[in-house]
T-cell receptor
Framework: EAGVAQSPRYKIIEKRQSVAFWCNPISGHATLYWYQQILGQGPKLLIQFQNNGVVDDSQLPKDRFSAERLKGVDSTLKIQPAKLEDSAVYLC?????????????FGEGSRLTVL | SQQGEEDPQALSIQEGENATMNCSYKTSINNLQWYRQNSGRGLVHLILIRSNEREKHSGRLRVTLDTSKKSSSLLITASRAADTASYFCATDRQGAQKLVFGQGTRLTINP
């Protein structure tokens, strides 16, 4: 089966510019996650969707980050305006489970560099 | 916030030796998972151990869980160069319904 697809793989922008990342989870997976991974650290959860509803966005910097999951399938994560500290890899993951946590399937990530 | 803390942060061993990584966490969990991440790639699920399990095996991997000490260990036996990667533990905290990752252990297998 096809894995989690993410694009773009790499993005370089100037600070204060905007950027958007796209994720297509595995077909039929109810729950979708966006994680931020800063170099040398573990992934940090930004937002969790169950179908098209938000389950957890407590660590999403809502003044600059936004995310949506249209029709409970694809998802987009946007940063506007970007700051230097947003340089990181943005990982999308999905799981077939709904309401409890099991194995997550990750995409290859989108690496953002903010200059 | 990071729930799990891996130890050591970095480990370098010779091919064929066993590698042991430890993970400690702070709150009660439903399950604990281990993931591998090769450089520049996404994370790959290795194994899941539930809170009522004490040990689990998968190929060359052995995971133990001690809920009284709030700790887990991952043992990779007969290591290979291809095992070179970062390894992360992730906890599914009771009542939280989300996975929280630790900082990871960077494992290097020398040929």
């Amino acid at each position: 089966e096809a894995g989690v697809a993410q694009s773009p793989r790499y993005k370089i922008i100037e600070k204060r510019q905007s950027v958007a990342f796209w994720c297509n989870p595995i077909s039929g997976h109810a729950t979708l996650y966006w994680y931020q991974q800063i170099l040398g650290q573990g992934p940090k959860l930004l937002i969790q969707f169950q179908n098209n509803g938000v389950v957890d966005d407590s660590q999403l910097p809502k003044d600059r980050f936004s995310a949506e999951r249209l029709k409970g399938v694809d998802s987009t994560l946007k940063i506007q305006p970007a700051k230097l500290e947003d340089s990181a890899v943005y990982l999308c993951a999905s799981t077939i489970l709904s309401g409890r946590t099991g194995e997550l399937f990750f995409g290859e990530g989108s690496r953002l560099t903010v200059l | 916030s990071q729930q799990g803390e891996e130890d050591p942060q970095a480990l370098s061993i010779q091919e064929g030796e066993n590698a042991t990584m430890n993970c400690s966490y702070k709150t009660s969990i439903n399950n604990l998972q281990w993931y591998r991440q090769n450089s520049g790639r996404g994370l790959v699920h290795l194994i899941l151990i539930r809170s009522n399990e004490r040990e689990k095996h998968s190929g060359r991997l052995r995971v133990t869980l001690d809920t009284s000490k709030k700790s887990s260990s991952l043992l990779i036996t007969a290591s290979r160069a291809a095992d070179t990667a970062s390894y992360f533990c992730a906890t599914d905290r009771q009542g939280a319904q989300k996975l929280v990752f630790g900082q990871g252990t960077r494992l290097t297998i020398n040929p």
